[in-house]
């Protein structure tokens, strides 16, 4: 539980065989799932992977402390002009290898998600579909 831990998109979900439009929201989830188990009175958390956690709340901290900073990291990165994900990411982390790149745009749609709501970002999609976020 100590190392990094990106939550993964997931696709819109479909009810009554509407496909709604957004996605859900993997990190802000997350976030809640780990406020949720901060609150608990644990003596030792056995994660799906990694050496059994004893001090919880700690490392929750820590991991909600360093998710806030990124998310500060990506809203300085979104400028003026819409762009996608994937040109923000690049602009932040600099050349992305192949077999990271999809991690990389996971993390920053997750932290892109939560801006708009904030009023920092606007959120603009075209008729195909291709988000593109810009400052507000």
């Known amino acids: 539980m100590s190392g ?7 696709p819109p979900l479909s009810s009554n065989g509407r496909r709604d439009r957004r996605r859900p929201r ?3 989830q997350y976030r809640t799932s ?23 709340r700690s490392v ?3 991991r909600l402390r360093r998710y806030d900073r990124m998310t500060q990291r990506v809203a300085a990165g979104v400028g003026s002009e819409p762009r996608t994900a994937l040109q923000i990411a690049a602009d932040i982390r600099g050349p992305i290898e192949d077999d990271a790149m999809f991690f990389v745009v ?12 904030a009023g920092a970002i606007s959120e603009h999609v075209n008729d195909s579909g291709v988000r593109r976020f810009a400052a507000a």
């Open 4 to 10: 990094p831990s990106t939550p993964i998109l997931s």
């Open 34 to 56: 780990l406020r949720a188990t901060a609150a608990l009175e644990l003596e030792v958390v056995l994660a799906g992977h990694g050496a059994p956690v004893r001090y919880h």
């Open 26 to 28: 993997a990190l802000a």
């Open 106 to 117: 996971c993390e920053v749609l997750g932290h892109l998600d939560e801006l708009p709501d």
């Open 60 to 62: 929750i901290g820590e």
